[in-house]
């Protein structure tokens, strides 16, 4: 079993930062895929950027050359750092562990404003 808390959402200006932090419990994460996701509302959820164990990297188009995802798997922890931030950024981002044998875990999400 593996539960994710996520930390790091809030409220930020458009052109500002902010750094999403998700931790992990379990065995599991060093050998996983972990990303993070967000929805809008009214939209459905998408795929910001994921990592593999191997330290391939993918980004959603939308925030690329923006936003940074890296994993730390001593700590079991991925992080998202968000560099300017724009309006439509503005969304609920989920982590997300995913493991082909044992599935998705998704963490409770945390709410990212970005707004003047």
């Known amino acids: 079993q593996v539960q994710l808390v996520e930390s790091g959402g809030g409220l930020v200006q458009p052109g500002g930062s902010l750094r999403l932090s998700c931790a992990a419990s379990?065995?599991?994460?060093?050998?996983?895929?972990v990303g993070w996701y967000r929805q809008a509302p009214g939209k459905q959820r998408e795929l910001v950027a994921d990592?593999?164990?191997?330290?391939?990297?993918r980004y959603a188009d939308s925030v690329k050359g923006r936003f940074i995802i890296s994993r730390d798997n001593a700590k079991k922890t991925v992080y998202l750092q968000m560099n300017s931030l724009k309006p439509e950024d503005t969304a609920v981002y989920y982590c997300?562990?995913?493991?082909?044998?044992?599935?998705?875990?998704w963490g409770q999400g945390t709410q990212v404003t970005v707004s003047s």
């Open positions: 379990g065995n599991i994460f060093h050998i996983s895929v």
């Open positions: 997300n562990v995913f493991l082909r044998v044992v599935g998705d875990y």
């Open positions: 990592i593999t164990s191997g330290g391939t990297l």
